[in-house]
């Protein structure tokens, strides 16, 4: 059995941040494994513990810098890792969900994987589209947002976490996607024999002619024209001073709410 | 050449989100200078049109299928509701089951696909605005396209409502079963546990700013010291450091406390959705623009570690040493 799991870098922004043209300053980002990334990394590296023969192969889009990213899920226990990029890549003003999806649905067909695993979103862009969007291309079935997985010979049965507490239970024959919620698992640290290992093992990296699309995968109607700080909505009263003045006011108020004893 | 929205129902209700699509969908028809058609596919389709029957909707479709929700069967009846109506905009829910559907729908039909969105303007190109990087900024896009798909986020737009004078059309969809493997097998609800956090008057809530596990018997202090109830942001929650039944949020619990303290919560979407009915907020975070303080009446931009022990102490309980 192969599982794929897409591993993205996601940007996070400092709690000081410009932004020039129409992304944050590249200085004011940090950049680390998807937070639903990594549970859908744990939940692959699992069923691979669980029984024989599973590899666990990781898909990137992203530079030559996301291969510290690609490390730490090899480390963690995947099998091997492919990353696609290009200038072409380099030079798009952003990735959409159709292009990120067409890029990955095509080095898919080409690993015939029985089950593919995502996060159910990016922490920077919270498309939450790209999963679905992947199954649908394969002719995959499909589910989102899992938060527990059981998985036989032909089928993945999952509890999909809807609103408000409520738990969805599906049945979804293989080959399949899934796009994996984050409290799914425990998600290991790497260990350092974990990271020595990851060394060594395969990260092949391919343009996107190598993987046999071209240039118009990046085309998109779809374009942004703005990135602004949104305009606050607050009316928070702040309390000024440091923590034992600041603290005084809110134990004040609490008292003259009459919400609390003391 | 019409704005069709697509409405979204479970356990035989109608979800918040079908009432404030029609808002959102009557401001983008009226963008476009079109008529507004919804669609509701399953359950009750009679009783729910007769409720989405409100003012500004042209026409309601209504597809006689199964009970629940199932992606492979809204997939196909969207698609061919679809090439019937030909519209220009397919206005989908931001939700758990929207996503499950919204991509695969937008793939099918080859259109252009945003997500969560918050705001619609213009015409051609329609301007849309979402957030990204946790809500830090918001970004604008034009989509230049003749249609297209986009989903909105729940409890953005207000529901709709004042009478209306639809017409009801019953769709006949043909479904290909055999098409379909995924099948919903039944719904299980999350387990109640030692406490209601709905039922409390104060919450102190924590988030990701505690940092570790080691740390919590300093917010466990302060909810002791105020005679409060302590609850979470979801990170608490996944990394098992505190039980679901603490959890605010989307998928956790939806509170309305009298007070509600946010210690090192960022404010993300899917956590307000479950405390911004609070009647005060109090936010508690290093980051003046988190996005925590758009709803909060109060704040401290300060250090946690710093303000929570002062805090204890104002009230006469002890700091733990953490
Ligand atoms: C389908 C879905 C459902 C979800 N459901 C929920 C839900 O029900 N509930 C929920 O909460 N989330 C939910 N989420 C997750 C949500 O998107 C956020 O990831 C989550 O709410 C972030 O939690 P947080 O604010 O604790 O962490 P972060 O966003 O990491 O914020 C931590 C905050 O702490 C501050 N901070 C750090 N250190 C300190 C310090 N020393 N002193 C003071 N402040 C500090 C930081 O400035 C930051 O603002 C859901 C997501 C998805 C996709």
Redesign the pocket.
């Known amino acids: 059995m192969k599982i794929l799991v897409t591993v993205k870098e996601v940007a996070e922004v400092d709690?000081e941040f410009g932004i020039s043209g129409l992304d944050i300053d590249a200085s004011d980002l940090e950049y680390n494994l998807n937070?639903?990334d990594d549970y859908a990394v744990e939940e692959a590296v699992q069923l691979s513990e669980e029984r024989d023969g599973v590899e666990v192969v990781t898909v990137t889009i992203g530079p030559e810098r996301s291969e510290e990213t690609i490390r730490m899920a090899l480390a963690k226990g995947a099998d091997r890792a492919l990353r696609v990029w290009d200038d072409t890549l380099e030079d798009a003003q952003y990735l959409d969900v159709s292009t990120k999806a067409d890029i990955i649905t095509t080095v898919a067909e080409a690993e015939e994987p029985d089950l593919v695993l995502t996060g159910?979103?990016a922490?920077d862009d919270?498309n939450?589209a790209t999963g679905v969007a992947v199954a649908e291309r394969l002719d995959y079935e499909w589910a989102a947002?899992v938060n527990a997985l059981d998985l036989s010979d032909d089928v993945a049965s999952v509890h999909r976490?809807l609103?408000g507490g409520i738990e969805e239970l599906t049945d979804v024959e293989l080959p399949a996607v899934l796009t994996i919620?984050?409290g799914i698992n425990e998600p290991r640290y790497a260990s350092l024999r974990g990271i020595r290992q990851a060394q060594r093992k395969p990260l092949e990296t391919s343009s996107l002619e190598e993987i046999g699309l071209d240039e118009s995968v990046v085309e998109t109607p779809v374009e942004r024209t703005d990135m602004y700080e949104p305009e606050s909505e607050s009316d928070a009263v702040i309390w000024e001073g440091d923590a034992e003045e600041t603290a005084s006011e809110l134990a004040q108020f609490l008292r003259d709410k009459g919400v609390v004893e003391g | 050449m019409t704005v069709l929205a697509v409405t979204e129902h479970r356990r035989g209700e109608l979800r918040d989100v079908s009432f404030e699509i029609v808002t959102a969908g009557r401001e983008l028809a009226s963008e476009l200078g079109t008529e507004l058609e919804l669609a509701v596919i399953g359950g009750d389709v009679d009783d729910f049109a007769d409720r989405l029957n409100l003012d500004g909707v042209g026409t309601i479709y209504t597809v006689e299928e199964g009970e629940e929700f199932n992606h492979g069967v809204y997939t196909q009846a969207i698609e061919q509701l679809y090439a019937e109506t030909e519209p220009t905009a397919l206005l989908l829910p931001n939700t758990?089951n929207g996503?499950d559907y919204a991509p695969a729908v937008a793939g099918r039909l080859d259109l252009p696909l945003v997500t969560d969105v918050i705001g619609v303007e213009g015409e051609d190109p329609l301007e849309v605005t979402r957030e990204q990087y946790?809500g830090k900024v918001e970004t604008t896009y034009d989509i230049d396209a003749d249609s297209y798909a986009i989903t909105i986020r729940p409890a953005e737009w207000p529901a709709a409502e004042g009478a209306g004078e639809a017409a009801i059309e019953a769709f006949e969809a043909d479904i290909d079963e055999d098409a379909i493997g995924a099948t919903v097998t039944g719904f299980q609800e999350v387990s109640g546990g030692d406490v209601d956090i709905s039922e409390a008057d104060v919450l102190v809530s924590?988030?990701?700013?505690?940092?570790e596990e080691e740390n919590i018997p300093l917010v466990e202090a302060l909810a002791d010291a105020l005679g409060a109830t302590l609850s979470?942001?979801?990170?608490?929650?996944d990394n098992g450091w505190l039980p679901k039944n603490r959890?605010?949020?989307?998928?956790?619990?939806v509170v309305t406390p009298d007070v509600y303290i946010?210690?090192?919560?960022?404010?993300?979407?899917?956590?307000v959705?479950?405390m911004k009915g609070a009647d005060t907020i109090v936010a508690?975070?290093?980051?003046p623009n988190?996005?925590?303080y758009d709803i909060a009446d109060y704040g401290i931009v300060?250090?946690?570690?710093?303000?929570v022990p002062e805090l204890i102490e104002a009230f006469g309980g002890d700091v733990p040493d953490v």
Not at chain 2, 247 to 253: A, Y
Not at chain 2, 284 to 287: A, G, H, L, M
């Open positions: 709690d937070e639903w159910v979103q922490g919270s939450g947002v976490e609103e919620q984050t | 758990v996503l946790g924590i988030g990701r700013g505690i940092e979470s942001s979801r990170p608490i929650v959890q605010v949020g989307q998928s956790g619990k946010a210690i090192g919560i960022s404010g993300a979407v899917q956590h959705a479950g508690i975070n290093t980051d988190a996005p925590i300060d250090d946690l570690f710093d303000v």
